[in-house]
């Protein structure tokens, strides 16, 4: 054998090992949609002007308090839009204090003056952004109400990149009502000192911390646990914190959280508070510094900082973070409440005998269009058509081996793509094994024959196989839940097809023909 042919022999079989390797075992691997596996499906719509109109009516507010505290006692704002408003009653002798006042608190908005008024408007790139943040925020909210409910490997996620659109996804749930009344409660955030271990760091059980204290805790006290996280944010193992019951400040303080850069370019979150909020902030962290102070969500710590400083209206958190964990706290901090209220687009409900049923009509399908296939390659190819059939198993491995590795889910129009790849991967064998034959039929000898009809077919093959994958990128893009499902399978079914079509059937003709020195005749 040429060493070519036996490295590429090689490469095939470990290829497909690892394919394998990774399908195997099968039911453990791979994961199951909502329709093979039931549970309920929800699309969610955020209603993003409600986040623009709190923001600005927060900024209209300070502006207001601003321009009072310089003098400007007459000065008045009325919002006329989500992201608009008038400023009146401003003196001429106050035009400095405003553009002072404006350009540092309010710099994502731009004005101008009007018959005697202000005209304040926010400026596209500041109001793109908190749509996108409103919906960010409102991702993770719903995701800690679904963690909290107990459902096994739920799906939460937007819709696009830039949509206001979510796609919830409850394998094993049959109560959409139950659900939706949970996503829509108000979660509750709070501050709180850390009494043991005191600097925040957290005790590996709870047994630890009652041994701090006798085994019995101090009534004021309470045990809440945390998560403790790899350096890739994966949960690992949960530790605990005895706190104080009296909150600090609670969510309901909190204007603001924004992901930003310390004295040494090292990823903080700078928060704000409200005016009554910060004062009484500002009082408990200067009596407790170098105490950790816990911030629970929902009845679990997100994170227990240590306080270096007296903080009032303004403050940071800062740690070993990375960019991408200081703007996940940042959305953790300000998703104690819907950032905006929800409008529910489309509700499913599967039961799981239903989906039962469904995988047994997938797979009928897919193994009765496998058996006519393999049956028509036989009859038309003959001897070649093994080569065809070979492919068409290794093409499946893979299919399968690249869903598991890759953790997508397996849907019903899954199913449907890949008994649609199976038919596409024996139609590139198809389009080499026509040429070939018309190569044949031309007076050219067998070896010469295979080599013309893999290189004319190439473009041919290439060409079916792109624009396919191009639909099925959009798919992927615009579609949601089941429709993303079959546009998932189909593109990979497209990769494993060009490779086992024009690498692994080119590399079977070549070792086969390898081993002869003339070849008059080839079944085909």
């Known amino acids: 054998m040429k060493r070519g042919l036996l490295w590429k022999g090689v490469l095939i079989g470990l290829i497909v090992l690892v394919g394998a390797l990774s399908a195997y075992p099968l039911q453990e691997k791979i994961k199951l949609g909502l329709d093979l596996r039931g549970g309920t499906y929800l699309v969610l719509e955020v209603q993003t002007e409600d986040a623009l109109r709190a923001e600005t009516g927060k900024d209209l507010a300070r502006l207001v308090q601003e321009l009072q505290d310089l003098g400007a006692d007459t000065v008045s704002a009325t919002r006329t839009s989500a992201t608009a408003f008038d400023l009146l009653g401003l003196g001429s002798d106050h035009a400095t204090d405003l553009s002072t006042v404006a350009e540092e608190f309010l710099p994502g908005w731009g004005y101008q003056r009007r018959d005697g008024r202000v005209v304040f408007e926010m400026k596209t790139q500041n109001a793109n952004l908190i749509a996108n943040q409103s919906v960010k925020q409102a991702v993770e909210t719903i995701r800690n109400r679904i963690d909290a409910y107990g459902v096994s490997e739920p799906v939460i996620q937007r819709q696009g990149l830039q949509g206001n659109r979510i796609v919830v996804q409850l394998p094993g749930v049959d109560d959409p009502d139950r659900v939706k009344k949970l996503i829509k409660n108000t979660a509750f955030l709070d501050f709180r000192l850390v009494a043991y271990p005191a600097d925040g760091r957290g005790a590996s059980s709870r047994e630890q911390i009652l041994g701090n204290y006798g085994g019995r805790l101090p009534d004021e006290l309470e045990i809440i646990a945390g998560p403790i996280r790899d350096s890739e944010g994966n949960f690992v193992a949960d530790q605990y914190y005895a706190v104080e019951k009296v909150s600090v400040i609670t969510g309901r303080d909190l204007k603001d959280a924004r992901p930003g ?7 903080i979150v700078n928060f704000f508070l409200t005016h009554e909020g910060g004062q009484r902030f500002g009082e408990v962290t200067a009596a407790n510094i170098g105490r950790g102070l816990a911030i629970v969500l929902d009845g679990r710590v997100r994170s227990a900082p240590t306080i270096r400083a007296q903080i009032r209206d303004s403050g940071i958190i800062e740690g070993s973070f990375t960019r991408q964990e200081v703007e996940d706290l940042s959305t953790v901090l300000k998703s104690g409440a819907l950032p905006a209220s929800i409008t529910y687009l489309e509700e499913r409900t599967i039961g799981p005998s239903l989906g039962q049923d469904s995988i047994d009509q997938g797979l009928k399908a897919g193994l009765l269009g496998l058996a006519l296939v393999v049956l028509t390659m036989f009859l038309i190819y003959k001897v070649s058509g093994f080569n065809a059939v070979l492919a068409l198993s290794l093409n499946i491995v893979l299919i399968f081996g690249a869903l598991a590795y890759f953790g997508a889910t397996l849907t019903l129009p899954g199913i449907a793509g890949i008994v649609l790849t199976i038919g596409m991967a024996v139609d590139a064998n198809v389009l080499v094994f026509e040429r070939i034959r018309e190569e044949l039929r031309h007076g050219r000898t067998v070896k010469s024959a295979v080599d013309a009809g893999f290189g004319k077919a190439m473009s041919s093959v290439l060409d079916a196989n792109v624009t396919t994958l191009l639909a099925a990128l959009f798919l992927f893009q615009f579609g949601t839940g089941p429709i993303r499902g ?27 023909l390898s081993r002869r020195q003339r070849v008059d005749h080839l079944s085909i």
């Open 486 to 512: 079959f546009a998932v399978t189909l593109s990979v079914g497209i990769f494993a097809s060009l490779f086992t079509a024009l690498f692994v059937s080119r590399w079977l003709f070549d070792l086969i």
């Open 261 to 267: 850069l310390g004295d040494f370019n090292q990823p």
